[in-house]
């Protein structure tokens, strides 16, 4: 059984910062991807940034220099750091694993961007 339990969200001015946080527990294979995406209500649930265990990053163009991705392989916990962040990045953010052929997603977070 994985788990995943996120922490970090909240509510920031247009401008400001915030650190998430994701914690992976269970049977995790060493060769693995963490990340993740968002959804804004009303749209679709995006990819935002991805990091493998070799450090590997991926990031949706519309963070690139704003966010970054990072994570600790011996606590098997990703960190996502959002800086100048915008209303436009409100959301609920979900952390996700992709360990070996199994995908699994944290419950979420809400990180609200006030203008």
């Known amino acids: 059984q994985v788990q995943l339990v996120e922490s970090g969200g909240g509510w920031v001015q247009a401008g400001g910062s915030l650190r998430l946080s994701c914690a992976a527990s269970g049977s995790i294979f060493r060769l693995n991807v963490m990340g993740w995406y968002r959804q804004a209500p009303g749209k679709q649930r995006n990819m935002v940034a991805t990091?493998?265990?070799?450090?590997?990053?991926n990031y949706a163009d519309s963070v690139k220099g704003r966010f970054t991705i990072s994570r600790d392989n011996a606590k098997n916990t990703a960190y996502l750091q959002m800086n100048s962040l915008k209303p436009e990045d409100t959301a609920v953010y979900y952390c996700?694993?992709?360990?070996?052929?199994?995908?699994?997603w944290g419950q979420g977070t809400q990180v609200t961007v006030s203008s």
């Open positions: 996700y694993l992709r360990n070996w052929a199994d995908n699994y």
């Open positions: 990091i493998t265990n070799g450090g590997t990053t």
